[in-house]
């Protein structure tokens, strides 16, 4: 072959061809060129990280990531060889081999990571007792029997590859944790770049579906041409809204930091945060919005506002990423600009390069912790935006010193803004360093929480589920909202009459947003509209009744429930009952309740109003004091990201494992729930590649435990497509699952679960 070419330095070469990726039905001679794929991934993931500060870093990744392909067994696989070749190994070991000096080794092993696990994702680094097959960074830097990769070095100049430390804030008390959040952002950027360089190869040179979005000044200034149609309120309701997004609107101006905005349920935070966000982005030259919701349930409507405000703009620069979303929805008008607009939205998931991103706590943090590529990849499109945590204190609480730490590094490092929502405000300045200046972006909150004062929160004391079915029975409208599934199944069964509504997530998203519809247009017309319901009823979601109950819970609980009442003001004033149940439908209440209701019930005693800002203050106050620090990270992720300043023996796939946000013990059930989901069940079957029909069918997916689907299982009522995918019976459908409370559980089986849709 012998073809001349030329190395980074502009020195002409002659020397065997080397490369990187073969293509199927084209000639050797089209095979992309090794010293080609890593030039144009260096320069691409230096372009990349210049955005975040890391750019040299970046470079040297991009260089040395795939130099274990010098290999003369790594060509014979591209020739067709069945042999495994660990490629990925060559450059994590070279480079500390590279770099001797203790000032630069320790970045060295930085990179190390990276490049390691640039396909199979970041390892741990292991110990000096691991064995060469061993996953972990140790085992890899000193295998013994790697191919010979050393022809790197007649395509690549050594003396030009230098190792520059970024600027970095480092934290005092956590030194250790700002490295491996270093290694993370260096990690998403070297695997993105490479993931885009060769998928530019493999498409012939032409460009995905990617990029080409509306820039942020275009969309911030349709987003405030939306908002003039506020100008000039007539309800007094909704003039205190226009109150609150001017004045966010007008702080935008501030410099990138951190910001709260503690607005009462009903302010209109969502456009407000929203119109901040934009105008904050074009002002500081930031590249992305990030919206984060806790449930999966509210993420649709929040995304149709934005998409509604931005007009034109809309569709192609608001991505929503969550488990839920249905691509195929999109290809409804079957036309070619659909299908283009589906692909080009779906490959934005992927690593989130797009201006609005609307997304779970769990999709969110889980990246932020993750070890695998294809989560991590998003992580450098983090850096330089402004990420809104709306109902930020639905936060699991034994996560919340990892998550704010993660936040932190993205605000001090990496150019984020961040913006704390929610009307029951946590202290969450405790889980920062001192002296970090939290900006309210609200004009006076508590003025705010007196103004939006329509709910009369009062204490029934305990009550047992006839009284309070009594109470239901006997008003034409009204919200009870319990703790567990059984207990809202067992209190709707002593509802009477017509228009009596159960929502949980034993019914799947399908049918609990069928439900909804039918309960919001009950109360529009005033008819008689009875709901008992989980805690799936509080955040984000838009119904507005007369009159509630609530059982007791954490006062963030208790709050959000009165959300749902008199939401729009429509009466002088209402009421939200908090009780204690007297109920055969709870053996014994789940630790969290148990905890967070009796520091509630003190606060009902202590405030005459609850709903105040200092009783909220003094409600988590009061919670935090009563936990030691270990139960804000009680799967200790700090301690496995957090060495100690000179340590970097980090263990980023155990941490990866560990960091779960919902509990994993679950098992998802499909429901033939309708037309659609039998389809779409059918088509599962026969399916070679499922994971398309399985998006869709999520909407039809009820989680329950493991004890519940094998008492299920038993009684022969669930089948199993491809040993994996879980069915209920369609000839059992209707014994088995129930038009109006879902999925039957075995009785004795369980439903005292506090389930998430996250």
């Known amino acids: 072959m012998g073809d001349l070419h030329t190395n980074p330095t502009g020195t002409p070469k002659t020397a065997t061809q080397y490369y990187a990726h073969s293509r199927e039905g084209v000639s050797e001679e089209e095979w992309q060129p090794l010293i080609e794929h890593l030039v144009a991934t260096s320069e691409l993931a230096s372009e990349m990280g210049q955005v975040i500060g890391v750019p040299d870093m970046a470079r040297l990744a991009g260089f040395l990531h795939d130099i274990g392909k010098y290999s003369q067994e790594f060509q014979a696989r591209l020739r067709g060889s069945k042999r495994r070749v660990d490629h990925a190994t060559a450059g994590a070991k070279e480079i500390i081999q590279l770099f001797p000096e203790e000032r630069d080794r320790k970045l060295a092993k930085l990179v190390s990571y990276c490049i390691a696990g640039h396909h199979t994702g970041l390892p741990d680094y292991g110990s000096s007792a691991d064995m060469d097959s061993d996953p972990t960074l140790l085992a890899r830097i000193e295998k013994k029997n790697l191919p010979d990769y050393s022809s790197y070095k007649g395509e690549i100049d050594s003396d030009q590859l230098q190792i520059k430390p970024p600027r970095l804030h480092v934290n005092r008390d956590n030194p250790g944790f700002t490295l491996s959040f270093l290694t993370r952002m260096l990690f998403s950027v070297l695997v993105d770049a490479d993931w885009l360089e060769t998928e530019c190869y493999m498409q012939e040179g032409q460009a995905p579906l990617r990029g080409q979005h509306a820039s942020i000044e275009i969309l911030a200034d349709q987003f405030n041409r939306y908002l003039d149609r506020f100008k000039k309120p007539q309800k007094e309701i909704n003039r205190k809204r226009t109150e609150i997004l001017n004045a966010c609107v007008r702080k935008s101006e501030e410099q990138p930091g951190y910001f709260t905005l503690t607005v009462p349920t009903g302010g209109g935070k969502t456009l407000a945060s929203m119109a901040f966000a934009l105008n904050h982005a074009y002002i500081h030259d930031l590249q992305r919005v990030i919206y984060v919701l806790p449930f999966t349930s509210i993420i649709e409507q929040n995304a149709d506002v934005f998409r509604q405000a931005l007009g034109e703009f809309g569709a192609e620069n608001v991505l929503e990423h969550h488990s839920n979303f249905d691509w195929e929805e999109l290809r409804k008008a079957n036309d070619d600009e659909t299908n283009a607009l589906q692909e080009k939205l779906r490959l934005a998931t992927e690593n989130w390069d797009i201006p609005i991103v609307v997304t779970t706590n769990v999709q969110f943090f889980e990246s932020l912790f993750a070890s695998k590529k294809s989560r991590a990849r998003k992580l450098h499109n983090i850096g330089k935006s402004i990420i809104i945590f709306d109902e930020v204190q639905l936060l699991p609480l034994e996560y919340l010193k990892p998550c704010m730490l993660a936040v932190h590094e993205l605000v001090q490092n990496y150019g984020v803004t961040a913006v704390f929502c929610t009307a029951t405000q946590p202290s969450l300045q405790r889980f920062f360093p001192d002296g970090t200046r939290f900006t309210e972006l609200a004009p006076n909150p508590q003025a705010l929480f007196t103004f939006f004062r329509r709910v009369q929160v009062k204490n029934l004391g305990t009550q047992t589920d006839d009284e309070i079915a009594e109470r239901l029975n006997d008003t034409e409208q009204a919200l009870c909202i319990v703790n567990t599934r059984r207990h809202a199944k067992g209190l709707f069964d002593r509802v009477n009459g017509d228009g009596k509504f159960h929502l949980s997530t034993l019914m799947c998203p399908a049918h609990r947003k069928a439900k909804l519809r039918e309960i919001r247009e009950r109360l529009v017309e005033g008819l008689p509209c009875r709901v008992v319901s989980t805690s799936v009823m509080e955040a984000g979601i838009d119904v507005d009744f007369p009159i509630g109950y609530r059982a007791i819970a954490g006062l963030d609980s208790i709050i959000?429930?009165?959300?749902?009442?008199?939401?729009?003001?429509?009466?002088?004033?209402?009421?939200?009952?908090?009780?204690?149940?007297?109920?055969?439908?709870?053996?014994?209440?789940?630790?969290?309740?148990?905890?967070?209701?009796?520091?509630?019930?003190?606060?009902?005693?202590?405030?005459?109003?609850?709903?105040?800002?200092?009783?909220?203050?003094?409600?988590?106050?009061?919670?935090?004091?009563?936990?030691?620090?270990?139960?804000?990270?009680?799967?200790?992720?700090?301690?496995?990201?957090?060495?100690?300043?000179?340590?970097?023996?980090?263990?980023?796939?155990?941490?990866?494992?560990?960091?779960?946000?919902?509990?994993?013990?679950?098992?998802?059930?499909?429901?033939?729930?309708?037309?659609?989901?039998?389809?779409?069940?059918?088509?599962?079957?026969?399916?070679?590649?499922?994971?398309?029909?399985?998006?869709q069918l999520q909407a039809y997916a009820v989680n329950i435990y493991e004890r519940e689907f094998l008492d299920l299982q038993s009684k022969g009522v669930i089948w199993t497509i491809i040993d994996s995918y879980h069915v209920l019976d369609e000839t059992q459908t209707h014994t088995w699952y129930h038009d109006e409370t879902g999925l039957q559980l075995a009785e004795g089986s369980g439903g005292d679960a506090i389930f998430y849709d996250g």
Do not use: C, W
């Open 560 to 695: 959000q429930a009165a959300g749902r009442v008199n939401r729009e003001m429509k009466l002088a004033s209402a009421e939200m009952f908090v009780f204690v149940p007297d109920t055969e439908f709870i053996k014994r209440p789940p630790t969290f309740i148990q905890q967070t209701g009796s520091v509630a019930q003190a606060i009902l005693r202590g405030h005459a109003d609850p709903t105040t800002i200092a009783a909220i203050e003094a409600y988590y106050r009061m919670l935090y004091t009563l936990q030691n620090e270990r139960a804000f990270d009680a799967r200790e992720i700090i301690r496995l990201l957090d060495k100690g300043n000179d340590r970097i023996d980090f263990e980023f796939e155990t941490a990866a494992r560990n960091f779960r946000l919902i509990d994993q013990n679950t098992v998802a059930v499909i429901i033939p729930y309708d037309g659609t989901a039998k389809r779409l069940i059918n088509a599962l079957q026969y399916a070679p590649h499922p994971f398309k029909i399985l998006r």
